[in-house]
């Protein structure tokens, strides 16, 4: 559920960009502790590839990544949500999924993700997110 607490299952996050990684850690207190990937790339002129994926250590009862690409906004200064989708999975310990999108030039994309996993009732949640890339005119 949204704004619901979670806790600190994902041990490692890793935002990927085109060309500079960028990696920050946290702890957990469960033995379900894994990774969470998300990136952006240029896949053309007009296209970005987009990818986000979550890897628990363990097989866990649930698995989510839910994708968000936004553009940003020069007027309002803010990112604008243009795309999102989920992908879930049960009784495993990796998910991923990907997309390519085509976007408008000239402006700046980024993707953030929300990575979530349950295990035995007990359901935690962590998010990663990408600096913007830009799609020149």
Request: include cysteine; charged fraction near 15%; glycine fraction near 12%.
């Given at each position: 559920a949204a704004g619901a607490f979670?806790?600190?299952l994902?041990?490692?996050v890793c935002v990927m960009l085109l060309v500079k990684?960028?990696?920050s850690r946290s702890t957990s207190t469960y033995v379900l502790a894994g990774i969470v990937i998300?990136?952006?790339s240029k896949a053309g002129t007009k296209r970005i590839y987009t990818y986000g994926a979550t890897t628990a250590n363990h097989t866990v009862d649930y698995l989510a990544v839910l994708v968000y690409v936004d553009r940003y906004n020069?007027?309002?200064e803010r990112w604008d949500q243009i795309d999102a989708w989920a992908k879930t999975d049960n009784n495993d310990y990796f998910i991923?999924?990907?997309k390519s999108i085509t976007v408008d030039r000239g402006y700046y994309y980024r993707v953030h993700a929300d990575h979530l996993v349950e295990k035995d009732g007990v359901g935690e949640e962590t998010y990663s997110y990408t600096d913007g890339i830009l799609v020149p005119k």
């Open positions: 979670w806790g600190g994902i041990a490692v990684a960028t990696r998300n990136a952006i020069e007027e309002t991923c999924t990907s």
